[in-house]
């Protein structure tokens, strides 16, 4: 079992690419099933933070391969979003 503070500071990994995509700002929890649907990283922005919500990346939990002590492997593929 893990907190959801732990996954804010652990970095987001590509497995494919290798890239590091951010860390975790928001989780999506499905509180009728108990369960974590997805989270929220934000795009990769050269100006202000403010200005780039609308480019935020949503991972579908589906995604995630492993989480380690200090990364979380996620598989890219279609189900990721722009949020």
Avoid: C, H
């Avoid at 987001?12 to 997805?38: A, F, P």
Wanted: proline share 2%; no cysteine; charged share 35%.
């Amino acid at each position: 079992m893990f907190k959801t503070s732990d996954l804010r500071d652990k970095d987001v990994i590509d497995v494919k690419t290798g890239k590091r995509l951010g860390n975790i700002i928001d989780i999506e929890v499905n509180l009728e099933e108990g369960k974590v649907d997805g989270f929220i990283i934000p795009a990769e922005t050269k100006g202000f933070r403010l200005f780039a919500k609308d480019q935020d990346l949503y991972i579908p939990w589906q995604s995630v391969k492993k989480i380690g002590e200090d990364v979380i492997l996620i598989d890219i593929n279609e189900d990721v979003t722009q949020v």
